[in-house]
Nanobody, 127 residues
């Protein structure tokens, strides 16, 4: 059973940056490297929405609203995936979740395509 733990959330002013981390346990480095890893977010009163994901081969897919501002990367040796967020806006305020999937569908942008989830980390962007 894969367990995911996010960290790095917090309060930041608009225009600032944050880097979130998601550490996986319960899986070998080889197993972790075979998963596609995604980041989703959920604001109060809204549905969980896709942010971006990275495949096992390093391919990335982004939601339009984060292109040019957010990047995703992974360190398979550390069983960790990162979300670098720059030029943050108040509308980026949400709980951010990482998720893992072994599926090979495209683009893997739907929550239902992911098998494992972290507990989430709060990101608050003040204006």
């Amino acid at each position: 059973q894969v367990q995911l733990v996010e960290s790095g959330g917090g309060l930041v002013q608009a225009g600032g940056s944050l880097r979130l981390s998601c550490a996986a346990s319960g899986a070998s480095a080889r197993t972790f490297s075979s998963y596609a890893m995604g980041w989703f977010r959920q604001a109060p009163g809204k549905e969980r929405e896709f942010v971006l994901r990275i495949s096992s081969s390093g391919g990335t897919y982004y939601a339009d609203f984060v292109k040019g501002r957010f990047t995703i990367s992974r360190d398979n040796a550390k069983n960790t995936v990162y979300l670098q967020m720059n030029s943050l806006k108040p509308e980026d305020t949400a709980v951010y979740y990482c998720a893992a999937t072994s599926r090979r569908t495209y683009p893997r942008a739907a929550p239902a395509e992911y098998d494992y989830w972290g507990q989430g980390t709060q990101v608050t962007v003040s204006s």
